[in-house]
C-alpha cells in the first residue's frame, strides 16, 4: 500500500553538485614571464659583474686568476681521476692528453702534475706584494700610536723597520741611553715592556708567522759564570715572545725564537756598540719558501745587506761615548 503525502512534511529538494575546472589564466595572465625575467637578470647581473672584474684589474692580475683556476695545477688521484679508470671506462676534460702540462705517477700512485714555474712566480709576487701593503699600514700604525703617546715617543730613536728576504723586521734596539733589560738578566725595564705591548697590539691580527731572535753585544761575562751571551740573547728572546703573548699575540704564531749571541752585530765594526743589543721581531712573508732557502749565515755581520734595508720608522742617532753594559 503506497505511503500517502503528509503535507506537513518539507520537500525533499534534489543536490545538485556543481564541478569547475580551472584551466588556468594564459597569455599575459600566467607567470612564465616571471621567470624569464629573472634569468634575464640574474645574467645581466653577471655581466656587469664581470665588467666591474675587468676594469678593477689589470693584466698580470687577470692572468694570475686565470691560471689560479687552471685544473694542471691540482694534484690529482691516479686511479679515476680522468674518468678512464671508472665504471664507463671513458674518458674526462682532466685526461693527461688535455693537460696544459705533462704529468707522470710517482711510486705511491699518486699523480705529479708540473706546475708552471711563471705562475708560481706571479703568484709568489702577488702574495709578497699583498704582504708589502699590509707591512706599510703597520708601519704608519704604529709611528702614529707611538708618537701619540710621550712615554713612547721617547724611544722612537730605538724602533726601525726593515724589510728582509725573511719578511718585515721590527729592530727594537738599545741606545747609549737606553737598554731594554737589566744589566746580564732576561728581566725587561718597564718601558720596554710598554714598547713591547705597542708592539703586539700592533701586529697581533696579521696572519703573518713570527720569528723572534735575541741579539747581544760582545762584552764578555766574567769567567766562572754559568751563563754567557748565547744564552743570555734566547732568554731575552723568550722574554720578548711572553711579552707579545701577554699584549695579545696568538701563541701558535711563532715560528721560531733564536738568540743568536753577537754573531749578528748591527755595527760589525764595534761589536761593543750598545746598538747591537736588540730584539728582532720578524713578521714572515706569507710565502716563507724565499726565506727559508736563504738561511743568515751567523758569521756575515749584519743579518741583512744594507741596500735591502729602509722603510726604518727613525734612523738611529749616533752613540755617543756613555756606554751601558748588557
Same mark, same amino acid.
Given at each position: 500500500?503506497? $505511503?500517502? #503525502?503528509?503535507?506537513?512534511?518539507?520537500?525533499?529538494?534534489?543536490?545538485?553538485?556543481?564541478?569547475?575546472?580551472?584551466?588556468?589564466?594564459?597569455?599575459?595572465?600566467?607567470?612564465?614571464?616571471?621567470?624569464?625575467?629573472?634569468?634575464?637578470?640574474?645574467?645581466?647581473?653577471?655581466?656587469?659583474?664581470?665588467?666591474? +672584474?675587468?676594469?678593477?684589474? =689589470? %693584466?698580470?692580475?687577470?692572468?694570475?686568476?686565470?691560471?689560479?683556476?687552471?685544473?694542471?695545477?691540482?694534484?690529482?688521484?691516479?686511479?679515476? !681521476?680522468?674518468?678512464?679508470?671508472?665504471? +664507463?671506462?671513458?674518458? !674526462?676534460?682532466?685526461?693527461?692528453? @688535455?693537460?696544459?702540462?705533462?704529468?707522470?705517477? /710517482?711510486?705511491?700512485?699518486?699523480?705529479?702534475?708540473?706546475?708552471?714555474?711563471? *705562475?708560481?712566480?706571479?703568484?709568489?709576487?702577488?702574495?709578497?706584494?699583498? @704582504?708589502?701593503?699590509?707591512?706599510?699600514?703597520? $708601519? %704608519?700604525? +704604529?709611528?702614529?700610536?707611538?708618537?701619540?703617546?710621550?712615554?713612547?715617543?721617547?724611544?722612537?730613536?730605538?724602533?726601525?723597520?726593515?724589510?728582509?728576504?725573511?719578511?718585515?723586521?721590527? @729592530?727594537?734596539?738599545?741606545?747609549? @741611553?737606553?737598554?731594554?733589560?737589566?744589566?746580564?738578566?732576561? =728581566?725587561?725595564?718597564?718601558?720596554?715592556?710598554? +714598547?713591547?705591548?705597542?708592539?703586539?697590539?700592533?701586529?697581533?691580527?696579521?696572519? &703573518?708567522?713570527?720569528? *723572534?731572535?735575541?741579539?747581544?753585544?760582545?762584552?764578555?761575562?766574567? #769567567?766562572?759564570?754559568? *751563563? &754567557?751571551?748565547?744564552?743570555?740573547?734566547?732568554?731575552?728572546?723568550? /722574554?720578548?715572545?711572553?711579552?707579545?703573548?701577554?699584549?695579545?699575540?696568538?701563541?701558535? $704564531?711563532?715560528?721560531?725564537? %733564536?738568540?743568536?749571541?753577537?754573531?749578528?752585530?748591527?755595527?760589525?765594526? =764595534?761589536?761593543?756598540?750598545?746598538?747591537?743589543?736588540?730584539? #728582532?721581531?720578524?713578521? !714572515?712573508?706569507?710565502?716563507?719558501?724565499?726565506?727559508?732557502?736563504?738561511? *743568515?749565515?751567523?758569521? !756575515?755581520?749584519?743579518?741583512?745587506?744594507?741596500?735591502? %734595508?729602509?722603510?726604518?720608522?727613525?734612523?738611529?742617532?749616533?752613540?755617543?761615548?756613555?756606554?751601558?753594559?748588557?
Amino acid at each position: 500500500m503506497a $505511503r500517502k #503525502s503528509n503535507k506537513n512534511e518539507p520537500e525533499i529538494r534534489p543536490i545538485i553538485v556543481k564541478k569547475i575546472i580551472d584551466e588556468g589564466h594564459g597569455g599575459h595572465h600566467g607567470g612564465a614571464w616571471k621567470v624569464a625575467y629573472a634569468d634575464f637578470v640574474t645574467a645581466m647581473m653577471a655581466f656587469f659583474l664581470l665588467l666591474w +672584474l675587468l676594469g678593477a684589474t =689589470n %693584466e698580470k692580475e687577470r692572468k694570475g686568476i686565470a691560471d689560479y683556476f687552471n685544473p694542471s695545477l691540482t694534484p690529482e688521484s691516479a686511479a679515476g !681521476s680522468d674518468g678512464g679508470m671508472g665504471f +664507463l671506462k671513458g674518458d !674526462s676534460i682532466t685526461a693527461p692528453q @688535455d693537460m696544459p702540462t705533462h704529468s707522470k705517477l /710517482a711510486p705511491n700512485g699518486q699523480k705529479l702534475v708540473a706546475k708552471n714555474p711563471d *705562475v708560481i712566480a706571479q703568484a709568489k709576487e702577488i702574495i709578497k706584494q699583498n @704582504d708589502r701593503q699590509r707591512f706599510e699600514k703597520l $708601519r %704608519e700604525m +704604529l709611528e702614529e700610536h707611538m708618537k701619540k703617546d710621550p712615554s713612547l715617543a721617547r724611544l722612537q730613536q730605538s724602533v726601525r723597520l726593515v724589510e728582509t728576504r725573511e719578511g718585515l723586521r721590527i @729592530d727594537l734596539v738599545d741606545q747609549s @741611553d737606553f737598554a731594554m733589560f737589566t744589566l746580564g738578566t732576561e =728581566n725587561m725595564v718597564p718601558a720596554a715592556q710598554k +714598547l713591547i705591548a705597542e708592539v703586539a697590539r700592533v701586529i697581533k691580527d696579521v696572519p &703573518n708567522m713570527i720569528i *723572534v731572535r735575541g741579539h747581544t753585544d760582545a762584552l764578555p761575562y766574567a #769567567s766562572g759564570q754559568n *751563563v &754567557n751571551n748565547w744564552t743570555l740573547s734566547a732568554a731575552r728572546a723568550d /722574554a720578548t715572545r711572553r711579552g707579545l703573548i701577554a699584549g695579545g699575540v696568538d701563541i701558535n $704564531r711563532f715560528d721560531r725564537i %733564536e738568540g743568536v749571541a753577537d754573531r749578528e752585530p748591527y755595527v760589525p765594526e =764595534n761589536r761593543m756598540d750598545p746598538r747591537n743589543r736588540r730584539m #728582532s721581531i720578524t713578521l !714572515s712573508w706569507l710565502n716563507s719558501d724565499d726565506a727559508r732557502s736563504h738561511p *743568515v749565515s751567523p758569521t !756575515s755581520g749584519h743579518s741583512d745587506p744594507t741596500p735591502e %734595508e729602509h722603510k726604518a720608522v727613525v734612523k738611529i742617532n749616533t752613540p755617543s761615548d756613555k756606554k751601558v753594559s748588557k
